[in-house]
């Protein structure tokens, strides 16, 4: 019988590990107010860019802006205080220099002259305080980027602990990956990590920048970095991903998916096996089956380099038939 064989040959082989991981990004920033109060006007839009400084979310500053008056008003009482404060010293200088008061009127003097600056300091002091507050009433972006999901609205009252939006920067994501403990061992920094999809299509290939020197008592994983470049904005943040640590390489053959046949969970190829005289039968091999590379099964026995794989008719075949090969 004519079939058609390819010859196994021995190609380097990853030996990886895959696992679910988390895409996070350095140049993501969670917007919290840091007042609490109730949203009066809302500027940006989701998936608006926005500048560095530019308004993004106003909350009703009137209370604080009242607060801010009354203590410029205060500041303003105290420095008419402490101008009557200065007058009256000068005036218990001249008259203690002609020896009209004692030096005793004249130590007080300048002692209550003293404590109205240093009242008037802390006055200004707080005043700059309850201005700074002010500020934060009006929510503004700290850096350049895309605004993202802007989950309140006009008139809702907001905390110090209320997500107002978040502000990305397309570019470079971070891939997080909890690997098993039991693999601890192998982990070293710039280790070969594939991020691949669904079909096991490469999408970015990166090394490991960080290991954690602790492991996670609740999963018993060790987490691991991996800078990913994002330049076509393919992945996202915050995305789960299928990321492959590649452990090493070693050398095994490979056979078609289509040569190879399943009974009984066991794994099985017909190898045409050269006879006396230049003739060839078909020898049925028990396989042990590594990893899926494309099209091809990798082969950990059963079946070695050089070995003529049967390709076509297998389903005609039984063991010990003659065949002729054909590459």
Known sequence: MPVKVLEARAVPVNDASEYVATLKSRDSAVIMPQVEGQITQIFVHS???????????????????????????ARAAQEAQ???AKKQYDRAQGLAAA??????????????????QAQLDALDATVNEQQ?????????????????DVPVHVGDRVTTTTVLTTIDQPGS???????????????????????????GKVLADSRISFISPQVDSTTQTVLVKARIANG?????QSQFI????????????????????????????????????GSFVARQKPLTIGQTVGNDYEVQGGINAGDKVIISGTQFLVDGVPVIPMS
Request: proline share 5%; aromatic share 6%; net charge neutral.
């Open 132 to 148: 700074v507050q002010l500020h934060y009433y009006r929510v503004v972006a700290l850096r350049s980027g895309i605004v993202g």
């Open 242 to 277: 299928r990321a492959r640590v590649v452990w090493g390489t070693h050398k095994n053959p490979q056979v078609p998916i289509l040569a190879v046949s399943r009974l009984g969970g066991q794994y099985f190829a017909f190898v045409a096996e050269p006879q006396n005289g």
């Open 82 to 84: 402490l101008s009557w």
């Open 47 to 73: 998936g608006e860019r926005v500048a560095a400084g530019g308004p993004m979310i106003e909350i009703d500053p009137l209370k604080q802006q009242a607060t801010v008056k009354s203590q410029e008003s």
């Open 173 to 199: 994501l971070e891939a997080y990956v909890y690997v098993p403990i039991e693999h601890s061992s192998q982990l070293k920094m710039n280790l070969p990590v594939q991020v691949i999809d669904s079909d």
């Open 232 to 236: 076509n904005d393919a992945l996202r």
């Open 99 to 116: 020896g009209v008061v004692s030096k005793q009127d004249l130590d007080q003097a300048k002692s209550a002259m003293d404590a109205a």
